[in-house]
Each structure stands twice: as structure tokens, then as C-alpha cells.
């Protein structure tokens, strides 16, 4: 398999680690991030994600209370954060019981990715059922060009309605995502920072991935942080915060003390896989333990063979045993995972 050798995975053979000692992977990091796309369904068809097609539902996608045995699972193995990702997940009914019926279970952190068209309207039933925080992703502050990167028209004021909700309910910080496209929003990156310091939000850079549908992704469409961090720099003047060790994104506050927040996620220009503490289940309940994973332990297919908890919990920990080391974007025989970023979920 070309690129076989750059698959820094542990051997076959590598002990699956105790189960009290929280979940580790073969290299010693500590996984306690979850993020699980509860459907492929979306309602957006952005640019850099999907090929325009309408994505229709994965076939199987896991139930309700499939996602309920699962979570508890994970979260007995140590699991302290979890993301609610898709598609889009507010498309999925049920949303707010199944957050209900897992808020309980303690968590360090419990969050939701969604576009933010239909959050308007449910920003305040999601925190009453425990959700802590949104991101929210925004491509443009333009609404043409949002329209034209996310193919939805009128979809700009919706979401600006679905940030001032999430707000007013406390569901605080507000993230707000950007990927960015060179010869598409790179020329917002300015306004992007007078978006953060007019709506006191995070506004969070993203350098573009080769995860997307229409094979639109090549080294030079990427903006890396560098070039970010000099033009915002000239704009705002900006002070580095601090960050966990497995946080994503590099932080930055206004040097003049202004609201918002800035964050730069730079997987391409300056990779983080070191310190990853991170796992993923798509919607059809594939275990994925890197978002360029060439590999997915099925434990759909285990549960409903009839697996009890403990052999779906030794599953886990033989996959996480395996996670890779690293993603291999850019090098010689780097191999794009089969399943896209709508098909993953983020
Ligand atoms: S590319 Fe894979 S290993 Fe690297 S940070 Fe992302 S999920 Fe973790």
C-alpha cells in the first residue's frame, strides 16, 4: 500500500493499555476528547467541504440509544470531553434529549459544531438540556460571498441570528470557525478580526485540509499561520494567551484590551499531532482515532452482532492502542483518507 511506511502506527501486536489508566494511545498521549458526528445530513453545501451534491443520510447511522451505550462507554474509559459534530447536527430530532440523557455523566467539556442556521431557535433548549458551548462555523462576514462559498443564499442573517442566541442563552465562548480559501475569504481576514472585536467572540482561523469532496485542496489554497498572524497583526496589534497543551488552536487577545479573541489552527503549516488527545465516531458508528485515518474500527457492526459492554470497551482500547502518530499532509506517498471531512464531521 503506497505510503504503507509512513504509517507511524504501533505494531499488531501492541498491549492494549489497562482501562483504569485512562484511555493512552501507543505513544503515550492521553485521549479525553471525543467528537461524534450524529448525522452526514446537512443543509449547507460549502465549497471546501462537499461537491454540491446533496449528502443524504449515512446508511445506518447509529440510534439514539446506540449513541447513549457508546458515550458511556467512552466516558467510562476516561473520555472528559465531548463534541457534537455532523453534517449537521441540528437536523437530527432528538438532539436535545440525547444531550439530556448524557450531560449527567460529568463532563470537562460539552460542546456542539454546527453552521448555525437553525440555532436561533434552539440555542436556549440546548443549554437547558446541559450543552455548554458552541462553534459555529462562518466562512465569510460578507453575505454574497457567504452565500457563494456556502451555496445557500440568505443563510448570512440566519447565522448572525444563531450568534446572538447562543449568546443571550450562555452558551459562552462563542467560537466562531473560518477556513480559510487563498483567492476566496483570504481577503477578510481583517474584518474577520472587527467581527471578533464587534461581537466580543473567538474567531478561529482554520488552514484549509485535503478532507473535501471536490478535490479542491492543494499546498498553495492554503493561508498558513504565519501569513495570518502578520496581516492581523497590522490590523490589531495582539498578545499571545495561553493554551492547553492539546488545544488546537494558538490564541491570541487584542493588545488593547479589546473583546474577542483570536485563534489560529494550523494543522498544515504548524501540525499539533503531538500533544493530540483526540478520537472521533462518524455517524455511522466507525471508530476513527485520527481525522486522517486510512483505518476505522467498525463498532457498529460489534453491537449490533450482539457485544457486550466489555468487549466493546476492549475494542476501544485496541483501536486507541493503534492510534496514528501523526498526519502526513504534504509528503511523499501522503494518501487522503476515502471518508471526507461532511462524512467525518470535524
Ligand atoms: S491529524 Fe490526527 S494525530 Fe494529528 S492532530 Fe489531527 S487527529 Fe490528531
Redesign the pocket.
Known amino acids: 500500500m503506497p505510503g504503507a511506511s509512513l504509517s507511524m502506527t504501533p505494531p499488531e501486536s501492541a498491549a492494549a493499555p489497562a482501562a483504569d489508566s485512562g484511555l493512552r494511545d501507543g505513544f503515550g498521549r492521553a485521549i479525553v476528547d471525543l467528537r461524534i458526528s450524529v448525522t452526514d445530513r446537512c443543509n449547507y453545501r460549502c465549497v471546501y467541504c462537499r461537491s454540491g451534491e446533496s449528502a443524504s443520510a449515512a446508511a445506518g447511522e447509529l440510534s439514539w440509544p446506540e449513541w447513549r451505550r457508546l458515550t458511556a462507554i467512552f466516558h467510562a474509559l476516561g473520555i472528559r470531553k465531548l463534541r457534537l459534530t455532523g453534517g449537521e447536527p441540528l437536523l437530527r430530532p432528538g438532539l436535545e434529549d440525547f444531550i439530556a440523557s448524557i450531560a449527567g455523566l460529568g463532563w470537562d467539556d460539552l460542546a456542539l459544531t454546527t453552521n448555525g442556521d437553525k440555532l436561533a431557535g434552539r440555542a436556549e433548549g440546548l443549554r437547558r438540556a446541559g450543552l455548554r458551548r458552541v462553534t459555529i462555523s462562518l466562512d465569510s462576514v460578507e453575505p454574497e460571498k457567504f452565500a457563494r462559498i456556502t451555496r445557500v443564499p440568505a443563510g448570512f442573517a440566519r447565522v448572525q441570528n444563531g450568534i446572538a442566541a447562543a449568546q443571550a442563552a450562555g452558551l459562552r465562548p462563542v467560537k466562531i470557525n473560518a477556513v480559510l480559501l487563498r483567492g476566496y475569504n483570504d481577503d477578510e481576514i481583517e474584518a474577520f478580526a472587527d467581527f471578533a472585536r464587534r461581537h466580543a467572540v473567538v474567531v478561529r482561523f482554520i488552514e484549509f485540509m485535503p478532507l473535501e469532496e471536490g478535490r479542491l485542496w492543494t499546498p498553495e489554497i492554503v493561508v498558513p499561520l504565519r501569513e495570518i498572524l502578520a496581516r492581523l497583526e497590522r490590523r490589531h496589534p495582539l498578545r499571545e494567551l495561553s493554551h492547553g497543551t492539546s488545544e488546537?488552536a494558538c490564541r491570541y487577545g487584542f493588545a488593547d484590551g479589546a473583546a474577542g479573541e483570536i485563534g489560529i489552527i494550523a494543522?498544515v503549516s504548524r501540525?499539533?499531532?503531538g500533544h493530540?488527545s483526540?478520537i472521533?465516531m462518524t455517524a455511522d458508528g466507525q471508530l476513527r482515532?485520527?481525522?486522517?485515518?486510512l483505518r476505522e474500527w467498525d463498532l457498529r457492526a460489534r453491537m449490533r452482532a450482539g457485544a457486550s459492554d466489555s468487549e466493546l470497551r476492549d475494542e476501544i482500547l485496541r483501536a486507541v492502542a493503534h492510534?496514528?502518530?501523526?498526519?502526513h499532509i504534504g509528503e511523499p506517498g501522503f494518501q487522503r483518507p476515502a471518508r471526507t471531512m461532511v462524512h467525518i464531521g470535524g
Do not use: D
Open positions: 488546537t494543522p501540525p499539533f499531532c493530540c483526540r472521533r482515532t485520527c481525522l486522517f485515518s492510534k496514528e502518530e501523526r498526519h
